[in-house]
């Protein structure tokens, strides 16, 4: 959050789950920086899986712009986990229960980990000009074409092909940063925690990468990068202007436990409770002290889960 404190916004895309969208909405609010909730979702059915042995599924990348867009990521996360079949490499969904969730979502073409850029770089562009159309086709002017600068050869050849689709077409641009690490010199302690999670070797040559140039750069030097094409950068605030959601803090919501009588919650786990404390006492299992300990204890923790208004969850684990 140091880093990103200059920042009118910035977002978070885990992939192809959503478990920091909270804590990460909340810190960044704390700091005076908007959030951009987003989700890098593993997608078959479009484009073309990256070309390395290592890599997994590509990602396309989808950011909430509203409540509804939040809950259509929830939705294609869940589904991501819950319907794929065995066998899979990875958890993803296919392109069309994209489609069919796309509304409140901005659409991102995926950078280097995406379907897209591979084809470019192979040469198979109208494999790849296919799948922007279609890209574009589902969201519309909420699609944007990314493109990523960390130094990759294989960036560099896709990148004509990107721009050439997206000025035919009138598809806005949009620079965005794969950020793995903080500070550039972060680099090398990564690689090895790369090695780490893989059970690979740092002086293996066939194994998964990350640049030097992958670490949480700030607008100036993202400026900098995209001298050349300067509305890119100009698109990332445009995005920031038509996302207007965040996840807030709630109150836990449980259902209604069915209580005998007209006993609220807290009556109803104080009966059961010593109900059940009575039947082991009953059974032998509590007599190493005298009852009144046992109750005047028992009374003492149904005060403290009645205080702090958990006497309806308790009652139902």
Known sequence: LAAAQDM???????????????????????????????????VTGIGDRLAEKWARTPTIVLLAQTERGYLNLSELSSAAFIDSVGGV??????WSKVAEHAEGLILLSGGWDGPIDPLMAA?????????????????????????????????????PELVAFAYEHDVPLVATNDV??????????????????????????????????????????????????????????????????????????????????DRSEAEELAHQAREGLKARMALGQANHAPEAEYFERLDREIGVITQMGFPGYFLIV
């Open 123 to 159: 040469g198979k562009v109208a494999e790849g000009r296919a799948a922007l159309a279609e890209m574009h086709r589902v969201f519309g002017d909420r699609f944007y074409v990314e493109l990523q600068r960390h130094g990759l050869q294989a960036q560099a050849l896709a990148e």
């Open 8 to 42: 009118p916004a910035v977002a978070l895309t885990d992939r192809t789950n959503l478990y920091g969208a909270l804590e990460f909405s909340v810190a960044t609010q704390g700091e005076g920086v908007q959030p951009i909730v987003g989700c890098a979702l593993a």
């Open 180 to 261: 793995y690490f903080a500070q550039a010199e972060m680099h090398e302690a990564h690689d090895a925690l790369l090695c780490i999670a893989d059970g690979a070797f740092v002086g293996q040559d066939e194994r998964r990468r990350v640049t030097s140039e992958h670490w949480f750069k700030p607008a100036e030097e993202m400026r900098a990068l995209f001298a050349d094409l300067p509305e890119a950068c100009d698109n990332t605030l445009d995005i920031a202007r038509r996302c207007a959601f965040m996840v807030h803090k709630r109150d836990p919501i449980l259902p209604r436990f069915p209580t005998e009588g």
């Open 89 to 94: 490499e990875e958890a993803a969904v296919p």
